[in-house]
């Protein structure tokens, strides 16, 4: 009989019943070639993630808007979620279900980034020189950049999982487009803020402008009323007989 590549098989099964639960025994195959050593998850926090040695045949087009491509990674994300937990599962690590954890925790923060992306709904508008429109492009830009990025890595990731002493590398990427996310969802969020404080600060000076109007206008009645009144006290000091 044929010897299984899968140095697992005793404790795991053949080939074929990893496969059938949908677990690449490719992941567990040895490997020769030297392993690349971890990368720093919090390299990534200012940098985009670099993932773009990937091949993969998922490229999502430029036209679709940030609600479509969070739907893409969110559905990534679940399979990456059943996928170590299947793994955790067979080897009886529980290290690999933290993964798990992350995912679930990266899934919830993605779904809430349609809402704080898309900016609120109100009649005041940044004006085009501010500092704030600047920024905001620049946040939905690293956004939606990042998403495929993301969108293209978990798809190689679940197709292609990398062998056992290269695994630990792609997880550190994993954590590096968590932590990334997380900071754009918190940003944008800031954004968010910000936007609401600048339209309060110009609804504060618009009405300080429209009081201070007001009283000119009163102080400009006054005026002319003292003034009025002064000329008809003349006139009958000139109508009074010597």
């Known amino acids: 009989m044929a010897r299984s590549s899968n140095p697992f098989a005793e404790t795991l099964g053949s080939d074929d019943e990893l496969s ?3 677990i690449n025994t490719f992941t567990f195959a040895p490997t020769t070639d030297d392993a ?3 990368r720093d998850p919090h390299d990534a926090q200012d940098d985009d993630c670099d993932v773009d040695t990937h091949e993969s045949t998922y490229e999502p087009s430029d036209q679709r808007d940030i609600h479509g491509l969070v739907d893409d990674a969110t559905s ?5 979620i059943t996928f170590f937990m299947e793994v955790s599962a067979m080897l009886h690590t529980p290290e690999v279900a933290k993964n ?3 995912c679930a925790a990266m899934h919830s923060c993605l779904t809430t980034i349609p809402g704080t992306a898309v900016t609120p709904v109100t009649d005041y508008v940044p ?3 501010s500092s704030w429109r600047q920024r905001r492009r620049a946040l939905e830009e690293s956004l939606l950049k990042n998403l495929r990025k993301y969108i293209r890595f978990s798809d190689h990731l679940l197709r292609k999982p990398p062998r056992t002493d290269k695994f630990q590398g792609e997880l550190n990427k994993l954590h590096a487009f968590a932590d990334k996310f997380f900071h754009l969802s918190m ?3 800031a954004s968010n803020e910000k936007m609401r404080l600048m339209e309060l600060c110009e609804t504060y000076q618009r009405m300080k402008l429209t009081r201070l109007e007001e009283r000119q206008f009163r102080a400009s009645l006054r005026a002319d009323r003292a003034a009025r009144k002064t000329q008809r006290e003349m006139l009958r000091q000139q109508r ?3």
Do not use: M, Y
């Open 76 to 80: 990534h994300t679940s399979r990456l």
């Open 100 to 102: 798990a954890n992350l």
């Open 187 to 189: 940003k944008l969020q």
């Open 36 to 38: 690349q050593p971890p």
């Open 20 to 22: 059938s639960l949908g």
């Open 240 to 242: 009074r007989p010597p």
């Open 127 to 129: 004006p085009e020189e």
